[in-house]
């Protein structure tokens, strides 16, 4: 059975950082897109960033470039999000989730993710 486990979020004042983590374990395939997301309330669900295990890089959204790093520790089947510069428009609940493949083009489609963790809350202050 397939898990990803989120943590690291908690609340801090804009400009501030938090980094979260995604452990993931049963992964049944040899090759695995991880990508985070995030859903504030009322608002749609976003893609942060995404990362391929065969890939060179991550990809972000406009919105987070420059800020945000996602990394991979693959021998610990974990991912990272680094969110440095925050702001209040970066609170959301944020889910990481797994797909088999993903590309520059395909990395933010939520619904082609099959796995994902249950969420951790980020709040960023004014």
């Known amino acids: 059975r397939v898990q990803l486990v989120e943590s690291g979020g908690g609340s801090v004042q804009a400009g501030g950082s938090l980094r979260l983590s995604c452990a993931a374990s049963?992964?049944?395939?040899?090759?695995?897109?991880m990508g985070w997301f995030r859903q504030a309330p009322g608002k749609e669900r976003e893609g942060v960033a995404g990362i391929y295990s065969g890939g060179r890089s991550a990809y972000y959204a406009d919105s987070v470039k420059g800020r945000f790093t996602m990394s991979q520790a693959t021998a610990k089947n974990t991912v990272y999000l680094q969110m440095n510069t925050l702001k209040p428009e970066d609170t959301a609940t944020y889910y990481c989730a797994a797909r088999v493949y993903c590309n520059v083009a395909t990395w933010n489609a939520g619904d082609d993710y099959i796995y994902w963790g249950q969420g951790t809350q980020v709040t960023v202050s004014s």
């Open positions: 049963g992964y049944p395939y040899s090759g695995v897109c």
